[in-house]
Each structure stands twice: as structure tokens, then as C-alpha cells.
């Protein structure tokens, strides 16, 4: 449909994947190499920045694959829950994606058999497959970085600076999905499509006490419920600092838009300044 392709060409402008006369820019050309969404694309090339590039192409790779988490048999719901919960990162869903994979690679290193890899992965609730699927994607994602020579960071994970970095990169590509919880119950609205969404089951912060109140997505499904899948929280301040304010210009208005408005009119003069020269 022309609305669509009209989006289409909005969100790769907003990317800065397009030149002023429409054509592929040359940072959208580097982003083109990738066969992937532009977002995640955008997100791995922010992460050379940022110095957390280990550790983004695991979350590509994870969020390529199919869904790691297997559907509970009846009865096993619980017992389903406080296995994944092992994994569960305070920082969201991309971050105990990390963790899975990480546990995965450790459980296959120590493995002599592949039976003993589906054991470990029946025994959590996860997808073989999906794992070594996730796996293959990787290596593909190296050798593309290889070859269009573009440095891979040494993994950090863990540390607060790194946590920190890779969130900076995942809003260089995914300013366009972040929703705010707007009553405290887990109703979140999105910024752009201005839709009241839910959080996935499988969310780490799903059923849980500390619901965060603004949220960075991966996707949202309209099939499943109107919900959003594989959320992290991140804070008003590093949206504002990370965004296109010509996307922000744009946005529909909203009480989420008005406080992220008063965030940028207490942004001092030198980060204002700072902000106009990048």
C-alpha cells in the first residue's frame, strides 16, 4: 500500500539511511549489508560507538531466531517461569536473552554430546534449535562486520558501563518503539502508533512487582493480544539525549511527549549545545 512504502521511507529517513534526494546515504548503504530490520542494523553499527558490539550481535542474533521459550506443557507453568527466571536480567528482556545464550554456549562447551544440549535446553524450557539457530546467525553477523572491516568491541557484559551501552545502541535504532506505562498497570501507549499494549507473557517483567514505566520494545504483535515483545526499560533522559528531534517534532501529542519535553527544556545549555554539534 503507498501509506506503507510512505512509512517505510519516513522510518529509514529517520535512521538517516536516506540522503536529501531520497537515495541510500552512505551510512544506509553500510546498514544495507546487514540482512536484517534497518532498526537492528542502525543498533549493531551504534553499537562500534558505543563499544558493545559483542554483545549486540548476540541480542540481533537472539531476536532473529525464533523464540527461545518454549510454550509450558498444562501444569508446568510454574515450574517453566522459575526456570527462565534464572536467566532474568533487572535491566529487560535483551539483556536475559544475553544471559540464555551465554548459558547455552557454556552448557554446549561442557557438553561431548548434542543429546546432552537438548537435555540442558528440555530441562529450562528452551528451544534447541532456536539456540543453535541463534548461534549460526551470529557467525553470519562476524563475518559481515569482517569483511566491510568494521571492529568488534571485546564481550564486557555485566559491567554498568556496558549495560549503559548497549541501551544507548539499541535507541539509536529503536527510538520508534518506546512506550510508557501510563496508570502504573501495565498499560503501556506507544509514542508513535499511539496503541495500548500489554507485555508479552514471556517478559521477564511480566507478573512481576516492578513494572518500569517507560520501556523500549522489539515488536508489537496485534495477534497476540496487543502485545509488546522482548522490553528493557530506559529512562526519559537517555531517549531525549538519543533522538532524532526532527522525529520528535513529529511525534503525535501525548502526556508522554509533554514530559519528555520538559526533560529537554531542563537539558542545560552546554548539552544543548553539545546536542546541535553531533
Same mark, same amino acid.
Given at each position: 500500500?503507498?501509506?506503507?512504502?510512505?512509512?517505510?521511507?519516513?522510518?529509514?529517513?529517520?535512521?538517516?539511511?536516506?540522503?536529501?534526494?531520497?537515495?541510500?546515504?552512505?551510512?544506509?548503504?553500510?546498514?544495507?549489508?546487514?540482512?536484517?530490520?534497518?532498526?537492528?542494523?542502525?543498533?549493531?553499527?551504534?553499537?562500534? &560507538?558505543?563499544? !558493545?558490539? @559483542?554483545?549486540? +550481535?548476540?541480542?540481533? #542474533?537472539?531476536?532473529? *531466531?525464533?523464540?527461545?521459550?518454549?510454550?509450558?506443557?498444562?501444569?508446568?507453568?510454574?515450574?517453566?517461569?522459575?526456570?527462565?527466571?534464572?536467566?532474568?536480567?533487572?535491566?529487560?528482556?535483551?539483556?536475559?536473552?544475553?544471559?540464555?545464550?551465554?548459558?547455552?554456549?557454556?552448557?554446549?562447551?561442557?557438553?561431548?554430546?548434542?543429546?546432552?544440549? &537438548?537435555?540442558? !535446553?528440555? @530441562?529450562?524450557? +528452551?528451544?534447541?534449535? #532456536?539456540?543453535?539457530? *541463534?548461534?549460526?546467525?551470529?557467525?553470519?553477523?562476524?563475518?559481515?562486520?569482517?569483511?566491510?572491516?568494521?571492529?568488534?568491541?571485546?564481550?564486557?557484559?555485566?559491567?554498568?558501563?556496558?549495560?549503559?551501552?548497549?541501551?544507548?545502541?539499541?535507541?539509536?535504532?529503536?527510538?520508534?518503539?518506546?512506550?510508557?506505562?501510563?496508570?502504573?498497570?501495565?498499560?503501556?501507549?506507544?509514542?508513535?502508533?499511539?496503541?495500548?499494549?500489554?507485555?508479552?507473557?514471556?517478559?521477564?517483567?511480566?507478573?512481576?512487582?516492578?513494572?518500569?514505566?517507560?520501556?523500549?520494545?522489539?515488536?508489537?504483535?496485534?495477534?497476540?493480544?496487543?502485545?509488546?515483545?522482548?522490553?528493557?526499560?530506559?529512562?526519559?533522559?537517555?531517549?531525549?539525549?538519543?533522538?532524532?528531534?526532527?522525529?520528535?517534532?513529529?511525534?503525535?501529542?501525548?502526556?508522554?511527549?509533554?514530559?519528555?519535553?520538559?526533560?529537554?527544556?531542563?537539558?542545560?545549555?552546554?548539552?544543548?549545545?553539545?546536542?546541535?554539534?553531533?
Amino acid at each position: 500500500a503507498p501509506e506503507s512504502l510512505m512509512q517505510a521511507l519516513e522510518d529509514l529517513d529517520y535512521l538517516a539511511a536516506l540522503d536529501n534526494d531520497g537515495n541510500l546515504s552512505e551510512f544506509g548503504i553500510i546498514m544495507s549489508e546487514f540482512p536484517l530490520d534497518p532498526q537492528l542494523s542502525k543498533s549493531i553499527l551504534a553499537s562500534c &560507538e558505543f563499544e !558493545c558490539v @559483542d554483545e549486540m +550481535l548476540t541480542i540481533a #542474533a537472539m531476536v532473529t *531466531a525464533p523464540n527461545c521459550f518454549l510454550h509450558a506443557p498444562p501444569g508446568t507453568e510454574e515450574i517453566a517461569l522459575t526456570c527462565w527466571r534464572k536467566f532474568s536480567h533487572p535491566a529487560g528482556d535483551h539483556f536475559t536473552l544475553i544471559n540464555v545464550f551465554n548459558a547455552f554456549k557454556e552448557a554446549s562447551a561442557n557438553s561431548t554430546s548434542q543429546c546432552n544440549n &537438548e537435555k540442558w !535446553c528440555r @530441562d529450562y524450557f +528452551l528451544s534447541c534449535s #532456536a539456540l543453535r539457530m *541463534a548461534g549460526i546467525i551470529r557467525a553470519e553477523l562476524v563475518e559481515i562486520m569482517k569483511r566491510i572491516e568494521l571492529p568488534i568491541s571485546e564481550p564486557d557484559f555485566g559491567s554498568k558501563e556496558n549495560i549503559l551501552s548497549i541501551k544507548k545502541s539499541l535507541l539509536s535504532g529503536y527510538f520508534m518503539h518506546i512506550a510508557r506505562d501510563v496508570d502504573g498497570s501495565g498499560n503501556y501507549l506507544m509514542l508513535t502508533h499511539r496503541q495500548v499494549a500489554q507485555l508479552h507473557p514471556s517478559s521477564s517483567y511480566y507478573n512481576n512487582r516492578r513494572i518500569p514505566e517507560w520501556v523500549l520494545f522489539h515488536e508489537f504483535s496485534i495477534s497476540e493480544d496487543n502485545s509488546i515483545r522482548v522490553v528493557s526499560e530506559i529512562s526519559p533522559d537517555l531517549f531525549v539525549e538519543l533522538v532524532p528531534q526532527y522525529y520528535f517534532s513529529n511525534l503525535p501529542p501525548s502526556e508522554s511527549k509533554d514530559i519528555l519535553q520538559e526533560v529537554i527544556n531542563h537539558l542545560s545549555p552546554v548539552s544543548t549545545m553539545k546536542e546541535e554539534q553531533k
